[in-house]
T-cell receptor, first 121, second 110 residues
Framework: GAVVSQHPSWVICKSGTSVKIECRSL??????MFWYRQFPKQSLMLMAT?????????EQGVEKDKFLINHASLTLSTLTVTSAHPEDSSFYIC?????????????????FGAGSRLTVL | GDSVTQMEGPVTLSEEAFLTINCTYT??????LFWYVQYPGEGLQLLLK?????DKGSNKGFEATYRKETTSFHLEKGSVQVSDSAVYFC?????????FGSGTQLTVLP
């Protein structure tokens, strides 16, 4: 089945540094990937939609200059948290949809990565 | 806009108990409905889905029926196991995106 890999799974960094998180679709191509943020014991909040070869679409309230998204190929999207601060500490999850097979029922079924836990000291 | 309302947790059950987690939704058009499960320290996994009214999704003993008249998609399992302990998310999808409920933490005690 479709697999999405995220790396790193856990990262600790100092305040003011930048951190890059990778999201890869391992056995399928994805023109669209999604980035979510999850706070402890809360639901996922969609941050942005990453489109291969074009600019990401950010949700309202998400700082595009702070959360840089690049979708350089059909199998890779990256999220860079720039000048990270402790309040950026969170669980970041990506998801992707297989463009080739999609879902036979037409449902918008996404495959999720295992998530990346960012801790900013 | 689209929204999903889930039963608040946490829910604690004994092994072999019956489980119901309520989920209702608000959406324009005809969304697809999903239940995702998140085990500790992991990302989300699709548990089951239903794409049209009266469809029943099922997987690993879990079931949910798409009820258009009540705009609901309640998750049920007849006999839970300790390994079912996780956070369960109800979600709906339209052409644009997935909208998640707030999640329900389930703990099953031996």
């Amino acid at each position: 089945g479709a697999v999405v890999s995220q790396h790193p799974s856990w990262v600790i960094c100092k305040s003011g540094t930048s951190v890059k998180i990778e999201c890869r679709s391992l056995d399928f191509q994805a023109t669209t990937m999604f980035w979510y943020r999850q706070f402890p014991k809360q639901s996922l909040m969609l941050m942005a939609t990453s489109n291969e070869g074009s600019k990401a679409t950010y949700e309202q309230g998400v700082e595009k200059d702070k959360f840089l998204i690049n979708h350089a190929s059909l199998t890779l999207s990256t999220l860079t948290v720039t000048s990270a601060h402790p309040e950026d500490s969170s669980f970041y999850i990506c998801s992707a949809r297989d463009v080739e097979t999609g879902d036979s029922s037409g449902a918008n079924v996404l495959t999720f990565g295992a998530g990346s836990r960012l801790t900013v000291l | 806009g689209d929204s999903v309302t889930q039963m608040e947790g946490p829910v604690t059950l004994s092994e072999e108990a019956f489980l119901t987690i309520n989920c209702t939704y608000t959406a324009t058009g005809y969304p697809s409905l999903f239940w995702y499960v998140q085990y500790p320290g992991e990302g989300l996994q699709l548990l089951l889905k239903a794409t049209k009214a009266d469809d029943k999704g099922s997987n690993k003993g879990f079931e949910a029926t798409y009820r258009k008249e009540t705009t609901s998609f309640h998750l049920e399992k007849g006999s839970v196991q300790v390994s079912d302990s996780a956070v369960y998310f109800c979600a709906l999808s339209t052409a644009r995106q997935l909208t998640f409920g707030s999640g329900t933490q389930l703990t099953v005690l031996p």
